[in-house]
T-cell receptor
Framework: DAGVTQSPTHLIKTRGQHVTLRCSPISGHKSVSWYQQVLGQGPQFIFQYYEKEERGRGNFPDRFSARQFPNYSSELNVNALLLGDSALYLC?????????????FGEGSRLTVL | EDQVTQSPEALRLQEGESSSLNCSYTVSGLRGLFWYRQDPGKGPEFLFTLYSAGEEKEKERLKATLTKKESFLHITAPKPEDSATYLCAVKSGYSTLTFGKGTMLLVSP
C-alpha cells in the first residue's frame, strides 16, 4: 500500500509569493495534519483536519491556510512568503481524529524562500 | 503549554557502544509519549508509544522507558544503520503532538 505522498518534493519561491503544497493520506485514513520543520528543530504543528473540517490550529499567522477534500487529500497554502517560511513541510495521516499519536508522515515538501 | 526537552543534542557512538537518549517533558495530563526516528531528508517514522510511568517497549536494539517526568531511549550495541535523529513527542488532552528538537545519533563502524 502507498504511504503518505506529498508534492512537490522541493520548490523555490521568492518573498511575497504564494505556495500550495499537496498531500494524499494513506488509503482509509481520514485525518491529515500539517507540520513545519525548520532545520535543526522538531516538527511544529500547523493544522489538523478530520472529515474535511479543521480540528486544530497551531500558532501560525493567517497567511497559512489549509483544506481537506472529499477524498481526504489536503492542501496547505501559504501567502506572502517570508524568508522565515523556509522549512520542510510535513503531512501526516491517521485513521481517527482522536489518534493515538501514531502518525504516518510523508517525506515532506522542502520550501526555500529567497 | 506542553514542553519537551531532549538531550544530548548530538551523540556519536562506536558500533557496539550502548548508550541512552533522554527526553524530559512538562505536560498537563499526559495522553502519551512517542518516539520517532527521522533519517536525513525524510519524514519521521513512528517507533514507540508509552502511556504510563513504568511502561517499557522494545524493538530490536531499542528500548524506551517512561517515568513521570522523563523518558529514555536505550540503544544496545548500536549499528551504523541506527544513525538518525530521534524525536520525542508528547500528547495531552485532544491536542496534537508537541515535539522536542531531537537527538542526532551517529554510529561509526
Amino acid at each position: 500500500d502507498a504511504g503518505v505522498t506529498q508534492s512537490p518534493t522541493h520548490l523555490i519561491k521568492t518573498r511575497g509569493q504564494h505556495v500550495t503544497l499537496r498531500c494524499s493520506p494513506i488509503s482509509g485514513h481520514k485525518s491529515v495534519s500539517w507540520y513545519q520543520q525548520v532545520l535543526g528543530q522538531g516538527p511544529q504543528f500547523i493544522f489538523q483536519y478530520y472529515e474535511k473540517e479543521e480540528r486544530g490550529r497551531g500558532n501560525f499567522p493567517d497567511r497559512f491556510s489549509a483544506r481537506q477534500f472529499p477524498n481526504y487529500s489536503s492542501e496547505l497554502n501559504v501567502n506572502a512568503l517570508l524568508l522565515g517560511d523556509s522549512a520542510l513541510y510535513l503531512c501526516a495521516s491517521s485513521f481517527r481524529f482522536s489518534n493515538t499519536g501514531e502518525l504516518f508522515f510523508g517525506e515532506g515538501s522542502r520550501l526555500t524562500v529567497l | 503549554e506542553d514542553q519537551v526537552t531532549q538531550s544530548p543534542e548530538a551523540l556519536r557512538l562506536q558500533e557496539g557502544e550502548s548508550s541512552s537518549l533522554n527526553c524530559s517533558y512538562t505536560v498537563s495530563g499526559l495522553r502519551g509519549l512517542f518516539w520517532y526516528r527521522q533519517d536525513p531528508g525524510k519524514g519521521p517514522e513512528f517507533l514507540f508509544t508509552l502511556y504510563s510511568a513504568g511502561e517499557e517497549k522494545e524493538k530490536e536494539r531499542l528500548k524506551a522507558t517512561l517515568t513521570k517526568k522523563e523518558s529514555f531511549l536505550h540503544i544496545t550495541a548500536p549499528k551504523p544503520e541506527d544513525s538518525a535523529t530521534y524525536l520525542c513527542a508528547v500528547k495531552s488532552g485532544y491536542s496534537t503532538l508537541t515535539f522536542g528538537k531531537g537527538t542526532m545519533l551517529l554510529v561509526s563502524p
